[in-house]
């Protein structure tokens, strides 16, 4: 898929589960350059539209997902870079298919486990590391 194919799949999956979580009808009642919180988003509605998203592309993302990208567009066109980066996607092909891709496979998903089952504390604690927790 090219990158406008794929930035247009991953707007309508986003706005889509936006849709779902919120109520709406549709995915067509989300307008993509509307913010999310102002469309009702807030923590609980956030973190579960990020599991949403995390489990359609099968990557882990951030509890802070709707206030890092806060519209429809801005969180495709970052999951768009996720899913098949320009840049590293021919050597991340590479390494897994040398024989790591269990492996790979095994740590992503221990990694996304380990980070749903936090709570914001520890989401911070991982975020600032030390700093945070001699605080």
Same mark, same amino acid.
Do not use: C, W
């Given at each position: 898929?090219? %990158?406008?194919?794929? +930035? +247009?799949?991953?707007?309508?999956? %986003?706005?889509? &589960? ?5 109520? !709406?009808?549709?995915? &067509?009642?989300?307008?993509? =350059? ?5 469309? /009702?988003? =807030?923590?609980?509605?956030? %973190? ?11 990557? /882990? *993302?951030?509890?802070?997902? %709707?206030?890092? !990208?806060?519209?429809?567009?801005? *969180?495709? =066109?970052?999951?768009?870079?996720? $899913? ?6 021919? =050597? ?7 024989? /790591? ?10 990694? $996304?486990?380990?980070? +749903? ?5 520890? *989401?911070?604690?991982?975020? *600032? /590391?030390?700093? !945070?927790?001699?605080?």
């Amino acid at each position: 898929m090219d %990158v406008a194919a794929r +930035r +247009r799949t991953l707007l309508d999956q %986003v706005r889509g &589960h936006a849709a779902a979580i919120l109520g !709406y009808a549709g995915a &067509h009642l989300i307008d993509a =350059d509307r913010p999310f919180q102002e469309m /009702g988003f =807030d923590s609980l509605t956030a %973190v579960e539209f990020r599991n949403r998203l995390s489990t359609a592309i099968d990557a /882990g *993302l951030p509890a802070t997902l %709707v206030f890092d !990208y806060p519209t429809s567009r801005t *969180l495709a =066109d970052h999951l768009a870079e996720l $899913v098949q980066p320009e840049s590293a996607a021919a =050597d991340f092909t590479q390494r897994t298919a040398a024989g /790591g891709e269990a492996t790979a496979r095994a740590r992503s998903a221990a990694s $996304v486990g380990r980070i +749903r089952d936090m709570d914001e504390e520890d *989401l911070i604690r991982l975020a *600032l /590391g030390d700093a !945070y927790s001699e605080k």
